[in-house]
Structures are given as structure tokens and as C-alpha cells.
């Protein structure tokens, strides 16, 4: 993610716009992959680049969405949204992490992992996506942002490896 994205990303924040027209924006640019070719194409005039925007999307997010397409930045959408996302998960005091297992863990353990978590970034609230990853073989890892805790049965195999080997 670009520097330019995480900056549009708080604007859109800091505009007040609710988190349900951000969703609602989001959707119509997942119905069709050529919504963002166009308004960032070079051939389309900006004034039709414009016009489309009052058509199709809410009017809370359209001068931002002209804004974007003035810069040439419309490409970079996605990317802004989860920028958006960050921003609103920073400020709520919510951190967000993936839990990757072999077999789910009980409702004591997703409580302990998320206290542990809590404490750990200084969040108030913790929320987990659980995805299954049968290949750790056994145990877990924790993904949160871009730290990873790997207590995994194939993550301490490779640490064994790498250990043997450096010998």
C-alpha cells in the first residue's frame, strides 16, 4: 500500500463519511472491473468521468470520488479503502488479527488469545478471523499486521531445520 493510498484513506476518515457509504462504494466498484478503468482512463474527458460519478454512487462519497479522479489516484481504490479501514479500526481502539489453525480453538482459548492481544498492542477490542490451515500440522499462528507469532508444529520443523543446518 502506497503513502498516497494511506493518505487519501484518512481523508476519507477525517470527511465524516459513514462507514456504510464507504461499504456501499466499495460494492459498486466490485460489480465490474471496468467501473475503475474508466474513470481513470486518460481517454474519458473528467467532465464524464464526473457525470458518471452523480449517476452511480452516493452523494456523501462523490466530490472524493472527483477529487480522486482530478489526481489520476482512482487506481489506487482499494488500496484506500483498507487505508479507510485502518484508520477507522486505529481510532475505534480495535485491532484486527488472523488466527490460522488446524483444528478450532474453544471459546477459552479465542478469549485468552484475544486478551493476550489486547494487552500486548493496547487495544481495547480485539477481533480474530479464523481461517483453517491444515499443514501447520498442529498449533497456530497469529498474524497482526505484519507480525506474525508462529507456534505451529511446521513453524518450530523449520526452526529445527534452520538450526541443523547452521551447524
Do not use: H
Not at 125 to 154: A, N, T, Y
Amino acid at each position: 500500500m502506497t503513502q498516497t493510498a494511506n493518505n487519501y484513506g484518512e481523508v476519507l476518515y477525517d470527511l465524516g463519511i459513514s462507514r456504510e457509504i464507504v461499504e456501499e462504494t466499495k460494492r459498486i466498484f466490485s460489480l465490474t472491473t471496468e467501473l475503475p478503468k474508466v474513470l481513470n482512463s486518460p481517454v474519458v474527458t473528467l467532465k464524464e468521468k464526473k457525470r458518471l460519478i452523480d449517476v452511480i454512487f452516493p452523494e456523501e462519497i462523490r466530490n472524493f470520488l472527483k477529487v480522486l479522479c482530478d489526481y489520476g489516484s482512482v487506481s489506487q481504490i482499494a488500496d484506500i479503502f483498507t487505508a479507510y479501514e485502518n484508520c477507522v479500526d486505529a481510532r475505534s481502539g480495535i485491532l484486527r488479527a488472523t488466527l490460522f489453525y488446524v483444528t478450532p480453538p474453544t471459546d477459552s482459548q479465542l478469549t485468552q488469545i484475544k486478551e493476550y492481544l489486547a494487552r500486548k498492542y493496547n487495544q481495547k477490542e480485539v477481533q480474530v478471523k479464523l481461517i483453517e490451515q491444515p499443514d501447520l500440522i498442529g498449533g497456530f499462528v497469529i498474524r497482526v499486521k505484519d507480525e506474525e507469532e508462529d507456534w505451529s508444529m511446521k513453524g518450530r520443523l523449520n526452526k529445527l531445520k534452520q538450526k541443523l543446518i547452521w551447524r
